[in-house]
Each structure stands twice: as structure tokens, then as C-alpha cells.
């Protein structure tokens, strides 16, 4: 079972950047398709991106397109989220999920790691 930790978030004017990773433990991390997911004061968990098992298929919410590129390092177990052009929308809690495959739902999920853009 892999067992997902976040880092990198904190505090940043708007404009700025941040670079949130997640560190995934365990020897299958390569098998499960990641994402990336964050959650406002007061609104539900949205989608933010997500990267195939081989890190050749990537997808993007709209607002973040252009702004933020997720990335993995298989031999290393991580995935990252490079987050640019920040905005005050973009403040939320980040979180790195992991599924088994397109079409099963993410079933494991990190603690979470604070993200706040200042304008």
C-alpha cells in the first residue's frame, strides 16, 4: 500500500510560484496513476491535475492550464506540481491522491499541505 506525504506549501504573493511534492512510499508507486487535488475554506475538494502511471498523460482543471505543470519521478517516487502565475483562487489545502487506474476511484490520499496566495 503506498502512503502519500506533501510538501511545499506556504505562503506567496500573487503572481509568485510555489512547488508543491509528494513523496509516495512503498514499491508499486509507478503502478498507480496521481493527482492532485485542492480544497477551499468552504467548498468541496476540486480536481487540480493528474499524470498517467508512465508520466506521458497529463490533465488539467481549466483555471489552471497554462499556470501549473504536475510532473512524477518514478525511480524517486514523487510528483510534483509546479504552480506559477498564483493567483488568490489558487488558496487552498493541496492534495496528493493515487489510484490504481483510469475509471477506479483515488483511494489514497496525503495529509495535505497549505497553499495561501496574498494579493
Known amino acids: 500500500q503506498v502512503q502519500l506525504v506533501e510538501s511545499g506549501g506556504g505562503l506567496v504573493q500573487a503572481g509568485g510560484s510555489l512547488r508543491l511534492s509528494c513523496a509516495a512510499s512503498?514499491?508499486?508507486?509507478?503502478?498507480?496513476?496521481m493527482g492532485w487535488f485542492r480544497q477551499a475554506p468552504g467548498k468541496e475538494r476540486e480536481f487540480v491535475a493528474s499524470i498517467s502511471q508512465s508520466g506521458g498523460i497529463t490533465s488539467y482543471e481549466d483555471s489552471v492550464r497554462g499556470r501549473f505543470t504536475i510532473s512524477r519521478d518514478n525511480a524517486k517516487n514523487t510528483v510534483d506540481l509546479q504552480m506559477n502565475s498564483l493567483k488568490p483562487l489558487d488558496t487552498a489545502v493541496y492534495f496528493c491522491a493515487a489510484r490504481p487506474g483510469y475509471g477506479q476511484p483515488y483511494n489514497i490520499w496525503g495529509q495535505g499541505t497549505q497553499v495561501t496566495v496574498s494579493s
Open positions: 512503498g514499491r508499486t508507486f509507478s503502478t498507480y496513476v
